[in-house]
């Protein structure tokens, strides 16, 4: 691919700072990490290609970005404090628990499940195709589900709701992916990829992938990022704009995984922003963001309450 070619607007003028050997790491560890995984996932014997495992390379995957935001730092403004880490984790542990719990139980999934069952579906040649190519269907099938959905979510209020406590983050960092109403991280979750029978390594590959591109679009870290992957993926420069402090910039790079999606239908804006986080960069507590989305009906309740509440005698 020739890197003249692609139009990556104002991307790529961050660089790293340091001797080759770092620049080296910092130039190549994420087509490197990408290859890995496909390899793992490719190769791995069945007893460690499983879920758990997964779960378990997910957490040591953003540790290993919280380290590498020590030694290649992007912004200093963005550097992590423990007050911050401790909101972090909360949302981890809930990402891993109780969203988890819920995707499995009322998400789309025993939907699709209950859907083919009725009717009787099977899709058997699914599991046939090549592991990568059935991989990279599902990342694609599911991100464009999210890519239409997290622009819903910029376009009509009520969704906006459930979505905009993740744009109150004020500083990015490789766990900030998990930060937001547990509504709206249930809902951006949703997809149809379990309508065909793909392996279920293949889902463990496509998690893996997505997992690493989600920690990398909110990661402190600066990379020498290739003009191909800038082209192709979702990175911190295009995240960083989507969560920049004027709203009308937070309207453009809705893709997930693959910034593609939003070359393809015109949102895409190669550029990038330091300043994050909406109203001027407020912090939302974790009260508010839990709260955020009934905000409207709790307003609503307390004026019919006022407006119904029967009048104090005059003593
Ligand atoms: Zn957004
Ligand atoms: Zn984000």
């Known amino acids: 691919m020739a890197g003249a070619a692609l139009n990556i607007g104002n991307l790529g003028k961050i660089e790293?700072?340091?001797?080759?050997?770092?620049q080296f790491i910092f130039t190549h560890f994420q087509p490197a990490v990408l290859l890995a995984m496909i390899l793992f996932w490719s190769l791995a014997p069945d007893s460690i290609a499983k879920a758990s495992v997964a779960v378990g390379i997910g957490i040591a995957f953003k540790v290993i970005c919280l380290g590498l935001e020590w030694v290649s730092e992007r912004?200093?403004?963005?550097?992590?404090?423990?007050?911050?880490?401790?909101?972090?984790?909360?949302?981890?542990?809930?990402?891993?628990?109780?969203?988890?719990?819920?995707?499995?139980?009322?998400?789309s999934k025993p939907a699709v499940d209950a859907i083919k069952h009725y009717f009787d579906i099977h899709t058997p040649w699914a599991a046939h195709m090549p592991l990568l190519l059935q991989a990279l269907l599902l990342m694609l099938i599911f991100d464009f589900g999210q890519y239409w959905m997290h622009r819903a979510m910029h376009n009509w209020y009520p969704l906006w709701l459930t979505h905009a406590p993740h744009h109150y983050i004020t500083q990015m960092n490789a766990l900030k992916g998990a930060i937001g109403n547990p509504?709206?991280?249930?809902?951006?979750?949703?997809?149809?990829?379990?309508?065909?029978?793909?392996?279920?390594?293949?889902?463990?590959?496509?998690?893996?992938?997505?997992?690493?591109?989600?920690?990398?679009?909110?990661?402190?870290?600066?990379?020498?990022?290739?003009?191909?992957?800038?082209?192709?993926?979702?990175?911190?420069?295009?995240?960083?704009?989507?969560?920049?402090?004027?709203?009308?910039?937070?309207?453009?790079?809705?893709?997930?995984?693959?910034?593609?999606?939003?070359?393809?239908?015109?949102?895409?804006?190669?550029?990038?922003?330091?300043?994050?986080?909406?109203?001027?960069?407020?912090?939302?507590?974790?009260?508010?963001?839990?709260?955020?989305?009934?905000?409207?009906?709790?307003?609503?309740?307390?004026?019919?309450?006022?407006?119904?509440?029967?009048?104090?005698?005059?003593?």
Not at 16 to 22: A, D, F, L, N
Not at 217 to 244: D, G, K
């Open 183 to 315: 509504i709206e991280i249930f809902l951006i979750g949703l997809g149809i990829g379990g309508f065909f029978d793909f392996l279920p390594r293949a889902a463990l590959l496509a998690g893996a992938v997505s997992m690493a591109i989600g920690a990398y679009t909110h990661a402190n870290i600066r990379f020498n990022t290739p003009r191909w992957w800038l082209y192709l993926f979702n990175t911190i420069e295009h995240h960083s704009l989507h969560h920049s402090q004027d709203y009308e910039s937070t309207r453009c790079n809705y893709a997930g995984t693959f910034i593609f999606i939003d070359r393809i239908f015109g949102t895409c804006v190669d550029d990038e922003s330091e300043l994050v986080g909406q109203e001027g960069g407020r912090r939302m507590s974790i009260r508010e963001q839990m709260l955020y989305p009934f905000l409207p009906l709790i307003d609503k309740f307390q004026t019919w309450r006022d407006r119904t509440a029967m009048p104090v005698p005059a003593e």
């Open 16 to 22: 790293v700072e340091g001797g080759p050997v770092k």
């Open 75 to 107: 912004h200093a403004s963005w550097r992590l404090t423990w007050k911050e880490l401790a909101t972090d984790v909360f949302y981890v542990a809930i990402s891993y628990t109780l969203v988890k719990f819920a995707a499995k139980h009322i998400g």
